[in-house]
């Protein structure tokens, strides 16, 4: 017999509820991470550059941002159980899409779709795991898990695919998300009644035409952001197009979104002082956080470490990641002052970013980069949820989940432009010294002469004079790259940490700087 309360059979015994729900949420995070898992392995299978692979993430993100619009309203609609099978069942079809093409365009397609049916999945557990928290602060203890997956989702879902990818393919590697997903499909099977978790509200005036709009602007945005560099930004008419499209195409979001009498956005939520200040602040944790990549990237092409390797590395970053989300839920939950939370966390990642200055050096051992990685997984584990939780306090009941969007929208576009700000500065920077080395490469000086003439007597012998000084050559400009690579990521990691202290004394001296103005101001009002 079916309970008329809840969603769950009968039978279901209460202490399987939460763990079940807290795994189900965490299949849809895989979706995220699929193509990044290993992109060198990715790029190779499709014939496509990292820059492509960077746009099928935004594609996907932007997707997520424009479903989350729509979200509420289907979940509403649909019996739990029924919603779960039919989106779940949308991602397995997309994913199966997926493997049977490596046409980009195609894929491009499908990963807006998988973003869709991404968040309409997995967006639906946190209500589900919200109400087994027996908690005043379920809402903030469910945040809790949803985000220690997504900081930690891609690293997890790369050790699962790791097997795949090394020893199959890319059609293996995408079906063992799709077992994942068939996972939540028996959960939901074995679990679930046929029972509502909130009352039915009609799919009437959905607005589609805004969700068009917005995704076109988001999509048209992010492909400025990330080809830019390859096009030479506005030289290109790529670039032109799709710059006036992002225009356009968001003003006419803004304009429907304002006439229509049901808007998906409201924008009464950019008056609340909180949602400002968090938005703000989750774009320089995003900026300071985008430096990682670069750090795996040197691993990997300056320490010649093997990438199943550096995915086991990335578990310092993880553990640190899970330690600093606990330590946050505990000074959220004994109700401790933002200003704490943020200037603590930045300033711990201030000073990973100083950190790392002095590992990047030709040769380096995992000792050595493992405890600025560490604190920095601690730093980003304390301030993410900290911050969204900020950004939906103080906002009124019906403006919660355009709060919510907002944060969203700005992991979104933080996202995007810390890649472009981490790519083009990487590049003016590499080029700036690799330049600089080539004209203090004197070859007139018997040190550098001695090692050319070492390598000569070493390739001569196997393949010619003439091959030898081409690999030579080759060589010494390979070790040149590798030296200003070097040498900017101290440069870049050197700016963000002086970033990440800035932001730091902002969060500290607000409050005292902004109580000393009033108080000067007072006698002449």
């Known amino acids: 017999m079916l309970n008329n309360k809840s969603v769950y059979y009968s039978w279901v015994p209460e202490w399987i509820k939460l763990p079940l729900m807290i795994l189900a949420m965490f299949p849809h995070l895989m979706l995220m991470s699929l193509f ?22 935004s594609l ?7 479903a989350l619009l729509i979200f509420q309203r289907l979940f509403s609609y649909f019996r739990v159980r029924t919603y779960i099978l039919l989106t779940c069942s949308a991602s397995i079809l997309i994913l199966i899409g997926i493997s049977l093409t490596k046409d980009p365009f195609l ?10 049916f991404c968040v309409l999945e997995g967006a639906c557990f946190l209500p589900m795991v919200m109400s087994q928290i027996k908690h005043t602060k379920s809402r903030t203890i469910a945040y809790f898990f949803l985000y220690t997956f997504m900081l930690t989702g891609s690293t997890l879902t790369t050790s699962l695919l790791k097997e795949s990818i090394m020893d199959y393919g890319w059609q293996d590697m995408i079906y063992v998300v799709l077992y994942w997903h068939l996972i939540v499909i028996a959960i939901a099977l074995l679990l679930l009644n046929n029972n509502r978790l909130s009352k039915k509200f009609p799919l009437y005036q959905l607005d589609l035409t805004s969700c068009l709009f917005l995704l076109f602007s988001l999509s048209c945005g992010a492909y400025v952001l990330i080809y830019g560099r390859k096009y030479y930004w506005f030289e ?16 006419l979001f803004i304009i429907k979104q304002s006439l229509v009498k049901r808007p998906l956005f409201h924008f009464d939520v950019l008056r609340y002082k909180n949602v400002i200040l968090g938005v703000i602040l989750f774009f320089f944790f995003y900026i300071i956080r985008s430096c990682l990549n670069n750090v795996y990237t040197v691993m990997a092409t300056v320490w010649k470490w093997p990438w199943h390797y550096i995915i086991d590395v990335q578990y310092i970053n993880v553990i640190g990641t899970i330690l600093g989300v606990g330590s946050s839920a505990v000074l959220l939950l004994c109700n401790v002052s933002p200003k704490y939370s943020f200037g603590f966390g930045f300033l711990i990642l201030a000073i990973s970013c100083f950190l790392f200055v002095p590992t990047f050096y030709p040769d380096t051992t995992i000792w ?20 969204v939780i900020y950004i939906l306090t103080g906002v009124e009941s019906q403006h919660v989940a ?34 600089q080395l080539e004209q203090t490469l004197n070859t007139g000086n018997p040190l550098t002469l001695n090692y050319w003439n070492t390598l000569i007597e070493k390739y001569s012998g196997l393949y010619g004079d003439q091959v030898a000084n081409q690999i030579v050559s080759k060589s010494l400009a390979g070790s040149l790259s590798q030296q200003a690579s070097l040498i900017s990521n101290m440069e870049i990691f050197t700016f963000l940490g002086m970033l990440g202290l800035v932001v730091t004394g902002i969060i500290f001296l607000f409050g005292p700087v902004k109580t000393l103005y009033i108080r000067l101001r007072l006698p002449y009002l």
């Open 368 to 387: 050595t980069i493992g405890l600025p990685l560490f604190i920095q997984g601690i730093g980003q584990g304390w301030l993410f949820t900290p911050l």
């Open 36 to 57: 990044h898992s290993n992109t060198a392995f990715t790029a190779s299978a499709l014939d496509i550059e990292t820059e492509d692979i960077q746009y099928f993430l």
């Open 60 to 66: 996907m993100y932007g997707a997520i941002v424009v």
């Open 402 to 435: 355009n709060a919510g969007l907002m944060g969203t929208t700005v992991r979104f576009w933080s996202t995007n432009i810390g890649f472009a700000f981490i790519q083009n500065i990487s590049y003016i920077l590499n080029k700036k010294h690799y330049n």
């Open 107 to 116: 894929i491009g397609v499908l990963r807006v779709a998988e973003g869709i």
């Open 236 to 251: 290109h008419p790529n670039i032109t197009i799709n710059f006036a499209l992002f225009l356009v195409f968001g003003a």
